[in-house]
């Protein structure tokens, strides 16, 4: 996956403001984890932002990214719909992702829905193995889990539905040790499988030191106000 | 006695389509919609107009076209303050107030303030098998067949979608699921069952009046409140809600009028009594979702 | 897209604004010779338009004065009602009509209170008191009541029924007046006759059913007072009394059409009419309202509605009928 001469302002209408991404290119290995680190406020959020096509209407933005040999490009200051519908995201607050008054696996069926709900009885949930491998009792009503099983939830909910590219932003930062430990475990053995590229911001140093295997990237500010990122 | 309980089973099932549609935007996308009012009175407009436009019609049929008249009736009233709360970006409640006060006008307009149904054919007397109760069969089989239809829907994606929304309206944009056509499908069935009931109640009591839906609104949360507080089923939702708790508010109407209790005070013992259930029920489920503004 | 549906929605409203209220911006003023009459009613209902009727009707019957009548109608709405009586009182009309307590009582509480001297004349208020306070309490008021006395009409009721033994009052509370006198001077009044009172509170039209279908079955009469709320909602009465044999008697005669079997009233033409009489004495004589003391009516009469009487459970009888309707 690789993101072509991305470049960006957060208000178009307004003359002489500076861009916030310039020109930045950047290459990642697909279907592989992937880390990205950087100061409180570099952009990293708003990188996630742009390739769910969520920036606002207002806004620059002209790149073009090439994801599993397919090139898309910025229309409109937008990603294209037939990008970001292959684009999931796991927000840092995933209870906002879950419907806690349903079971588990109702979520993992809710979460699968249409565009539109039909008259239909629920569809089916995926990846039925990896959560049997977790030992989650999946009629539990999600508002009874704990906090790394509503995690967990969460990531196979926003993989449900057929995604190249997943986005997860601080997918650790709530949970224990032994919980971080495990999504980290997790998310390679998805990535190989789903054939899916994630890209994961974290800031535990030791976490994306034992898990990055020299996929680790730093995003930092210039001088002049642009973004670039680095391997490390 | 039997004559009571008939008049109970008669107002529930008059007041039953109103409550389901209540319990759809109250209790299940946890809005204020306050148009079901609106929507009851259009609905009893639309339906009386077609049973007055098309008396020609065999009753079996009229009786179909005339609760598809009144369905789309509320229905468009919910079409109108949905969409003023999705595109507009208004919330909810000053929607439906928009949308009540669009519609008063609107009924004006085309239906008289008062308007008698007394020189027309009743259709819910098709089968007056019942001495002194002609429109409880009809009204029985009405009712039947829009629970039926309703059990269904709640078992379909849609009706969990509904569930959803009230529980996390953020859930939808999360998985490409449109939010918009959720909410406004969901207001849109409230206020076309609120229409039918509007329909029923104006042919029941011979005459359509344009302020018969005020006052609407309170009664549905009444009932819904009491149906929570009688009912205790783990689903996160359920049709016997509404269908329990419209049942106690007409029981406790009809057993207050028995014993001559002097029924001026009748709204102060009604207050009363959802105070003591929703004293009750707080205090034994202390966890309430985030979003349950209205205790429904 | 959306400034554009804004905007047209915004150039919508504000066209039918004008449509609706530019008539009204210039202040009108009377053609050569023609009097202009407001006509203040509280709500829709057969008995109020045949008092719009007597009135109209008989004033320009009663002279050759051109007449041109506005009629205002609250719709049941007070807060509607308050507002459409500050428009009318600041109208400039040549007299102001209303009819009922509330309209009664706005008209003259503003004309009193803005010194407007523009002549009022009331009608349809069921109480000497209320309508003797009206009189005083403007200079330009006065009008016609109804002598309400629901004596004369309990005993026609126990001739014409005289094993009645259970009535039902349906009323709303806060009605006019308040119909609370009444209902604890027809309480003890039935009391020779062996007859009990139940009384059934509506506050609105959508209540009756409800409130009274259990209790009907086991009553001989139900009856109705003088009373927007109740009479309003005639219709459920009549379905009921009509399925369960019971009679129902109303007070005013404009029901008994609509299908009570008994009604007892005063004809709501001749109320109009009255009143008509005195429009005509202030506008063509030039006399003083507050000179001229209110009037009552008092001609009640007795109606039987043959298409509902078998079904309601009431006997015609002639005899009766001719005593009160003399």
């Known amino acids: ?73 910025a229309i409109h200051n937008r990603l294209p719909d037939t990008f970001t519908q292959q684009v999931h995201t ?25 565009l539109y709900p039909r008259l239909r009885p629920l569809p089916r949930a995926t990846l039925l193995d990896i959560v049997a491998s977790l030992g989650i009792d999946v009629n ?32 650790t930062a709530t949970l224990d040790k032994k919980n971080a430990q495990l999504i ?32 680790s990237f730093f995003m930092r500010e210039l001088e002049n106000g642009t973004r670039i990122v680095e391997v490390m | ?101 669009l519609f008063h006008g609107i009924n004006q307009f085309i239906s008289p303030a008062y308007m008698s149904l007394g020189t027309t054919q009743n259709p819910l007397t098709l089968f007056d098998a019942i001495p002194q109760h002609p429109e409880l069969i009809m009204l029985a089989l009405i009712g039947c067949c829009i629970m039926g239809m309703l059990y269904f829907l709640f078992k379909t994606q849609i009706g969990y979608a509904y569930a959803v929304y009230g529980n996390n309206p953020q859930f939808f944009k999360n998985y490409g699921i449109s939010t918009s056509f959720v909410f406004i499908s969901g207001v849109m069935l409230a206020n076309a069952l609120a229409g039918i009931s509007g329909y029923m109640f104006a042919q ?5 009046e344009l302020n018969m839906g005020l006052g609407k609104a309170l009664l549905c949360i009444t009932a819904l409140i009491l149906g929570k507080g009688i009912v205790r089923i783990k689903k996160p939702f359920t049709l016997a809600l509404p269908m329990v708790g419209t049942a106690a508010y007409f029981t406790l109407q009809q057993l207050l009028l028995k014993v001559g209790f002097n029924l001026k005070y009748f709204t102060a013992v009604q207050a009363l009594l959802v105070l003591c259930i929703l004293l009750y029920t707080y205090h034994t489920q202390p966890q309430r979702p985030v979003n349950d503004n209205l205790g429904v | 897209m959306k400034k554009m549906i ?81 428009e009318l009182v600041s109208g400039n009309y040549d007299l102001i009509f209303t009819i009922g307590a509330g309209c009664s009582q706005t008209v003259a509480e503003l004309l009193h209170k803005k010194g407007i001297t523009t002549p009022h004349v009331f009608c349809a208020v069921d109480s000497r008191e209320f309508a003797q306070s009206l009189q005083d309490s403007n200079k330009s008021t006065t009008g016609v009541y109804v002598k309400v006395d629901y004596k004369p009409e309990m005993d026609m009721l126990h001739k014409l029924k005289p094993d009645t033994k259970n009535i039902v009052l349906v009323y709303d509370p806060l009605h006019g007046t308040g119909l609370e ?101 202030i506008l063509v004589q030039g006399k003083n309202p507050h000179e001229i003391p209110i009037r009552a009516i008092t001609n009640f009469r007795v109606e039987i509605n043959r298409d509902t009487m078998k079904l309601q459970n009431v006997q015609l009888d002639e005899a009766v009928l001719k005593e009160y309707n003399q």
């Open chain 1, 1 to 73: 996956m690789r993101i072509n001469n991305l470049s960006f302002k957060f208000d178009n209408k307004q003359k002489n403001t500076n861009y916030f991404f310039k020109g930045l290119s950047v290459e990642f290995k697909p279907h592989t984890v992937h880390f990205i680190q950087g100061d409180n406020g570099v952009g990293k959020s708003t990188l996630f932002t742009l390739l769910q096509g969520m920036n606002d209407k207002n806004s620059f933005l002209d790149m073009s990214v090439s994801l599993d040999g397919v090139l898309y490009t």
């Open chain 2, 1 to 101: 006695m039997f004559n009571m309980i008939f008049v109970i089973l008669e107002q529930l099932l008059l007041h039953l389509p109103l409550m389901v549609g209540a319990y759809v935007s109250f209790a299940l996308l946890k809005v204020p919609d306050l148009s079901i009012e609106s929507a009851y009175v259009v609905g009893a407009i639309a339906g009386s107009y077609a049973l007055v436009g098309m008396s020609n019609i065999p009753m079996a049929v009229l009786i179909l076209i005339i609760i598809g008249a009144s369905f789309i009736g509320g229905a468009l009233v919910g079409l109108v303050s949905s969409l003023l709360t999705q595109k507009g970006k208004f919330p909810h409640l000053l929607s439906s107030i928009v949308a009540f006060g």
């Open chain 3, 181 to 281: 006198k009444y209902k604890k001077e027809i309480e003890e009044y039935i009391k020779k006759y062996g007859i009990t009172l139940h009384a059934v509170e509506v506050y609105q039209a959508n209540e009756i059913q409800q409130k009274i279908a259990a209790l009907i079955p086991t009553m001989d009469v139900v009856l109705v007072l003088t009373d927007n709320t109740v009479v309003s909602g005639i219709d459920a009465i009549i379905v009921l009394c009509n399925r369960y044999g019971v009679t129902l008697l109303a007070s005013d005669l404009p029901s008994g059409k609509k299908g009570a079997a008994l009604a007892y009233g005063i004809t709501e033409y001749e109320s109009g009419s009255s009143a008509a009489h005195i429009a005509d004495t």
């Open chain 1, 90 to 114: 796991v927000q840092q607050n995933y209870d906002c992702m879950l419907a806690n008054q349903f079971t588990f696996m109702q979520n993992l069926q809710l979460a699968n829905l249409p």
């Open chain 1, 184 to 215: 980290m475990q997790l998310l390679p053995q998805l990535a190989e499988k789903l054939q899916v590229t994630i890209l994961i911001i974290c800031h535990d140093k030791e976490l994306v030191d034992t898990y990055a295997q020299g996929n």
């Open chain 3, 6 to 86: 804004i905007l047209s929605l915004a150039g919508i409203l504000g066209a039918l604004i004008l449509y609706f209220t530019l008539p009204y911006m210039r202040k009108p003023e009377s053609p050569v010779g023609q009097l202009r009459i407001a006509i203040f009613t509280p709500t829709t209902h057969p008995a109020l338009e045949e008092i719009e009727q007597g009135f109209t009707y008989t004033l320009q019957q009663l002279n050759t004065k051109s007449y041109a009548f506005t009629t205002f109608n609250a719709n049941g709405n007070k807060t509607l009602l308050r507002a459409q009586a500050e």
């Open chain 1, 140 to 171: 539990k009503p999600v508002a009874l889990l704990s906090g790394g099983q509503r995690q967990f939830l969460a990531l196979l909910m926003a993989l449900q539905k057929p995604t190249k590219l997943l986005l997860l932003d601080e997918p």
């Open chain 2, 204 to 208: 029941s009591n011979n005459f359509v």
